[in-house]
């Protein structure tokens, strides 16, 4: 565990939580469970399916704290069921949820939006990367009798067009949405739930769009900080959004991108 990217602390003690999403150690999902688990949180994790426990099994067990790990596809309800039941069993309750999780087909991340989504690309896109977000906050509101926080992740292709996003933006749109209408109907309840958009970053997920490359530059070179986005600034939004730093903070959803997304026009050349 990189211990000196993400500093520790009390923030997360005595809440427990699941990560949705890790594939590998370039993971959103991974950079935030380290922040997490740094502040003392106690955390369990789901991973997509028996080829990336090799993979996912070690990075886990590198963490404090004893974190265990379940199997779920998010596509799947009896996997769902059987990931939440095991939560159920071992923890009785939880205090938050990091949804970290998307996929749309290599065919429909490229090209024409309109020409390439298929019928089936277009819910499966939808599916994985939208509902699966309400099902997991209906499932994880269930073990939250005493409030709790929830994450999910987004980016900027669901308020604007970027070329090759495609059906993935729109997925995007329907996330943040959804983020809202879960915020809602939790408020009550004292689960607050928010959304990171995040800037690209490289990671398995980011390798699947085409110009992938040309959109990590463009991310860095016309952003107000002139940088990359960092997985500590990720994480540390995360680590706000899930901690009691951020009481009061729901249906929100937070840029993290180095100010990409409020630039109008790149820069301009002097004229004068
Ligand atoms: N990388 C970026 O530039 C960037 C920017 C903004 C937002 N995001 C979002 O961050 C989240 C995490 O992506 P990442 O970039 O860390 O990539 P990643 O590939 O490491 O993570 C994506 C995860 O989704 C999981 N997944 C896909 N289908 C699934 C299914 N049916 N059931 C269960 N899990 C499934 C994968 O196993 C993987 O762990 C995604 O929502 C992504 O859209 C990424």
């Keep these: 565990m990189s211990d000196s990217v993400f500093p520790a602390g009390n923030l997360m003690k005595g809440k427990r939580g699941l990560v949705m999403g890790v594939a590998n150690k370039n993971s959103i999902a991974w950079g935030i469970a380290q922040q997490l688990a740094a502040q003392g949180a106690k955390l369990a994790f789901s991973y997509q399916g028996e080829e990336l426990e090799k993979r996912v099994r070690p990075l886990v067990e590198s963490l404090p704290g004893n974190p265990f790990m379940v199997t779920a596809d998010v596509t799947d309800d009896a996997s769902m069921d059987a990931c939440f039941d095991a939560l159920q069993k071992k923890w009785g309750k939880m205090d938050f949820l990091v949804h970290a999780i998307a996929f749309a087909g290599k065919d429909e991340l490229k090209g024409?939006?309109?020409?390439?989504?298929?019928?089936?690309?277009?819910?499966?896109?939808?599916?994985?990367?939208?509902?699966?977000?309400?099902?997991?906050?209906?499932?994880?509101?269930?073990?939250?009798?005493?409030?709790?926080?929830?994450?999910?992740?987004?980016?900027?292709?669901?308020?604007?067009?970027?070329?090759?996003?495609?059906?993935?933006?729109?997925?995007?749109?329907?996330?943040?949405?959804?983020?809202?209408?879960?915020?809602?109907?939790?408020?009550?309840?004292?689960?607050?739930?928010?959304?990171?958009?995040?800037?690209?970053?490289?990671?398995?997920?980011?390798?699947?769009?085409?110009?992938?490359?040309?959109?990590?530059?463009?991310?860095?070179?016309?952003?107000?900080?002139?940088?990359?986005?960092?997985?500590?600034?990720?994480?540390?939004?995360?680590?706000?959004?899930?901690?009691?730093?951020?009481?009061?903070?729901?249906?929100?959803?937070?840029?993290?991108?180095?100010?990409?997304?409020?630039?109008?026009?790149?820069?301009?050349?002097?004229?004068?």
């Design 112 to 272: 024409s939006f309109t020409h390439n989504t298929t019928r089936e690309g277009f819910k499966r896109a939808m599916d994985v990367s939208a509902f699966s977000f309400v099902d997991a906050a209906k499932r994880a509101s269930a073990l939250m009798p005493d409030g709790g926080a929830m994450i999910s992740m987004t980016y900027l292709g669901s308020e604007r067009v970027v070329p090759n996003y495609n059906v993935m933006g729109v997925a995007k749109a329907a996330l943040e949405a959804s983020t809202r209408y879960i915020a809602r109907d939790l408020g009550p309840a004292g689960i607050r739930v928010n959304a990171i958009s995040a800037g690209p970053m490289r990671t398995l997920a980011m390798a699947g769009i085409s110009g992938g490359k040309t959109l990590m530059k463009t991310g860095k070179d016309w952003s107000m900080l002139k940088e990359d986005t960092r997985m500590e600034g990720v994480a540390g939004a995360a680590l706000y959004l899930l901690s009691d730093l951020g009481h009061s903070c729901t249906g929100e959803v937070l840029h993290v991108d180095a100010g990409f997304h409020a630039v109008g026009v790149p820069d301009i050349a002097d004229e004068g």
